[in-house]
């Protein structure tokens, strides 16, 4: 892992490691919490619809649905 140092205005740098791992520029937007006892920072997507895309992927269609739904009825009958 990578250490920085906070500077007298609150301000840190990202390690260049951190960087190139999550692809971070200038200008990336960093998400922060805290749970109590840690810091956690969250990179945020630059477009986030477009970072959705593909995410439920193989979870099933709506035309899988609809041969379920299809088949219930069948054996509703």
Known sequence: MANSILGKSGQTAVPSVIRKEFHLE???????????????????????????????????SVEDLLIERQKDKKRGS
């Open 26 to 60: 200038a200008g990336s937007k960093l998400h922060w919490e805290t749970d109590g006892s840690r810091i956690i920072v969250y990179p945020l997507a630059k477009d986030p619809i477009k970072a959705l895309i593909g995410v439920l992927k193989g979870h099933g």
